[in-house]
Every structure is written in C-alpha cells, then in structure tokens.
C-alpha cells in the first residue's frame, strides 16, 4: 500500500469510527457491500471515482473541511494507483519478451522481438497501449449502424452536434454501446468523464454533477471567484456564504470542462440519466448547449 492511499483510507476509516456505526450498517445506507467498504476503508482499494467516498464520507458526518481534505487525498490516491497500473503494464511487457529471449536462446535460435508497432501506434499517445488491452468490449453484433454513429461523433467533424442522446428500452444495450465509446475514445487518447444514475440518488440535488466532476474538481480553484463559490456551494464544499445561482453553477461547469478539454480532447458521458437528479440534469442541459468550438462531446 503506497503513502497515498494510506493517507485517504486512513482519513475514510477515521470518519467510519468516529460514526460508530457497523460495517454492515454503512454498507446499507450508502449501497455498497460490507466487502467493498472494508477494502476501501483498509486501503486494499481505492474506488474508482470519488462518488462512494463522498456518499460514505457524508453518511459518516464529514465537515465541508473534512470532505475537501478527503477529496484531495483519492485525487493522490487514485494518481498513485494510476502510476501503478502504468508500471505493471510496462513490467508485463517487459518480462514477456523476455521470455520469448529466453525459450528462443535455450532452442538456439535468436529472439523475435516484436517491433513497437505491434503493441501501439507509435503516433498514438501513450493511454493508447493500456486502453487496448484485452478487457475491451467486443462487438456488438447488430449494433453497427450505432457504433459508427458514436465513432463519427468521437472523430467530430466540422459542423457536426456534438451531442449524442441513446435511448431505448431495458435491456436494449445502450449501456454497451456507451461502453464501446468509452472505450474507442480512451483508445484515441481521448480524457472521459463519466456519471451513471442511480435511483437512491435521484433526489438528492447536484449528485449527479458532482459523481461527474468529482475527477476534475480540484481544478475548480482556477475558477472565476463567483462561480468558483456556487459550484462549491452545490457540492456542500464550501465554508462561505455563497450563493447557489443555477447560472452561476452552470458556467462554471462550462468553464471547468473547457479548461480540461483544451489540454486533452474530452467526452462526457452520462448513463441511465432518468435516474440522475433534475439540478444536474438541468446544468448538464445548460452546459450541452453551448458545446459547439469546444474540443470535446457529450
């Protein structure tokens, strides 16, 4: 376990103590397994988004202080985890084609070491070797009119929308369809954020627009002051009076995504949205409709 992640597990086990409520308990009111929340709160895991943490954080008491403290931490934890997955995939890599040396020197024969270009396009970024590792989708059979709808939306062409809306019926595979966008944009070097609605949350206001930004917030202190404050100030993350202006929530969430999108092209992506709280759906809305010249999609 890295310093990071003993640093939020600690800081996540500390608040579940202080609640002096059970595993069992927490486990329930937050929607997660008892299996699951012990992993987090031991720092055998670091959740994949910052949402879980936040949900149990809250359902423990946190402070505003607490909650901020407790987000820049999975920040570093999630960043070492990252580095980490990077080094074992280089390591992985490493120790095949030295095995391939090996078996090849004990026949006599000398070793075929692959050229870089079978495991990446060498004009592609560096994500581009992670994101095509085995574990993606495979086709979706069917489903190909679909998939080439996404991918034209991902290449985004001159004076296309750069909004996309999947409906359908349960169990009719928008959720794969998503998956195979997310993947194809990781693939091209593309930054995903991504929220899934969730009945539990559908009521509590701003949810779904902080599971979405919870990535990028620590980002928000570049913000201009006003927006910076309302946006905080939906969150439950600011210790100033401030007010929650929907316009003012809006544009900040604008102006946060455009300032990531220009350092790396960006899809958002938002899943089964009807159970995702009508504030954030009304911002999402608000930020959908002023995507055009921006380098990134929803």
Not at 145 to 170: F, K, N, Q, S, Y
Not at 267 to 281: C, E, G, M, Y
Request: charged letters at 25%.
């Amino acid at each position: 376990m890295g310093t990071e992640t003993e640093g939020f597990a600690g800081l996540l086990g500390l608040l579940k103590e202080r609640s002096g409520r059970s595993y069992g308990v927490l486990a329930r009111q937050v929607h997660m397994s008892v299996s699951t929340l012990h992993r987090y709160c031991n720092g055998d895991a670091v959740p994949m988004d910052f949402a879980p943490a936040d949900r149990l954080a809250r359902r423990c008491g946190a402070t505003a202080d607490e909650l901020v403290e407790l987000h820049r931490r999975w920040i570093l934890a999630d960043e070492a985890r990252r580095r980490s997955r990077a080094t074992s995939a280089s390591t992985t890599s490493s120790t095949a084609v030295t095995a391939r040396a090996t078996a090849a020197d004990a026949a006599g024969a000398p070793a075929a070491v692959p050229e870089p270009s079978a495991y990446r396009n060498a004009s592609a970024p560096p994500e581009t070797f992670l994101a095509t590792a085995p574990t993606s989708p495979g086709p979706l059979v069917g489903r190909e009119t679909e998939v080439e709808r996404t991918a034209e939306l991902l290449r985004m062409p001159a004076g296309m929308d750069p909004v996309l809306i999947v409906t359908g019926d349960p169990g009719a595979g928008k959720t794969a369809l998503l998956d195979v966008a997310l993947h194809t944009a990781r693939a091209a070097g593309m930054r995903v954020l991504r929220a899934e609605g969730a009945e539990p949350e559908a009521e509590l206001a701003f949810s779904g627009l902080h599971q979405l930004l919870s990535p990028v917030l620590a980002e928000a202190e570049g913000l201009p002051v006003r927006q910076r404050g309302a946006l905080l100030a939906a969150f439950g993350m600011n210790t100033q009076e401030a007010e929650r202006d929907p316009l003012l929530i809006g544009l900040a969430a604008c102006t946060l995504l455009g300032r990531v999108a220009e350092r790396k092209r960006l899809l958002v992506v938002v899943d089964d949205a009807h159970w995702i709280d009508a504030d954030s759906l009304r911002t999402l809305g608000f930020v959908a409709r002023r995507l055009h010249g921006h380098h990134w999609c929803c």
